[in-house]
């Protein structure tokens, strides 16, 4: 089994700043890109941003310049700094990880159970 576990979010004010984390555990042979997503009361859930295991990073344009992804391959973790916190930035956060469990096996998508951030203004 494979688990991605976050945390972090919580409750606050306009302007501030939270730190997400996750965790992936579990079978694990190679970990491709990770990524967060987000999804608010009423919406799809939407791309954030996602990092590859080289480092590569996309955003999307509505977190560029206020949220950093990074990684640590070592440990299988990746985390989402976010600054310059906006209300429509409350959502339910999600942890990606593109897996292989085993060599030559297929990659698949691993979701986290999510973690509420909360945005007041």
């Known amino acids: 089994q494979v688990q991605l576990v976050e945390s972090g979010g919580g409750l606050v004010q306009a302007g501030g700043s939270l730190r997400l984390s996750c965790a992936a555990s579990?079978?694990?042979?190679?970990?491709?890109?990770m990524g967060w997503y987000r999804q608010a009361p009423g919406k799809q859930r939407e791309l954030v941003a996602t990092?590859?295991?080289?480092?590569?990073?996309n955003y999307a344009d509505f977190v560029k310049g206020r949220f950093t992804i990074s990684r640590d391959n070592a440990k299988n973790t990746v985390s989402l700094a976010m600054n310059s916190l906006k209300p429509e930035d409350t959502a339910v956060y999600y942890c990606?990880?593109?897996?292989?469990?085993?060599?030559?096996?297929?990659?698949?998508?691993?979701w986290g159970q999510g973690t509420q951030v909360t945005v007041s203004s």
């Open positions: 990606n990880g593109q897996i292989v469990r085993a060599f030559g096996s297929s990659v698949f998508s691993y």
């Open positions: 579990g079978s694990i042979f190679r970990i491709n890109a």
């Open positions: 990092i590859t295991s080289g480092g590569s990073t």
